[in-house]
């Protein structure tokens, strides 16, 4: 069982700038893929950025050039630093992990970018 927990979220300004970490816990034989996905109010989860254990990324369009993740395997740890924060940046960001086959998530932590 691998347990994920987030820190890092905040009331921010736009334009403003946050670090989101996560770290991972447990039994864990290895990680594969880890990122961050989030909620907004309203609606459905939706990636933000995801990175394999070969740094391959895939970012969501809305995120590009702005968000940037980083991962340290030895750590088991998966972070995300938000430049240039907008108010559609809002929601719950939510860490993500896949280990044999197997989906794990965070409990959220609180993202709110206000004008």
């Known amino acids: 069982q691998v347990q994920l927990v987030e820190s890092g979220g905040a009331l921010v300004q736009a334009g403003g700038s946050l670090r989101l970490s996560c770290a991972a816990s447990g039994t864990i034989f290895r990680l594969g893929v880890m990122g961050w996905y989030r909620q907004a109010p309203g609606n459905q989860r939706e990636l933000v950025v995801i990175m394999n254990s070969a740094s391959n990324t895939n970012y969501a369009g809305s995120v590009k050039g702005r968000f940037t993740i980083s991962r340290d395997n030895g750590k088991n740890t998966v972070d995300l630093q938000m430049n240039n924060l907008k108010v559609e940046d809002t929601g719950v960001y939510y860490c993500?992990?896949?280990?044999?086959?197997?989906?794990?998530w965070g409990q959220g932590t609180q993202v709110t970018v206000s004008s």
């Open positions: 993500y992990a896949m280990s044999l086959g197997h989906e794990y």
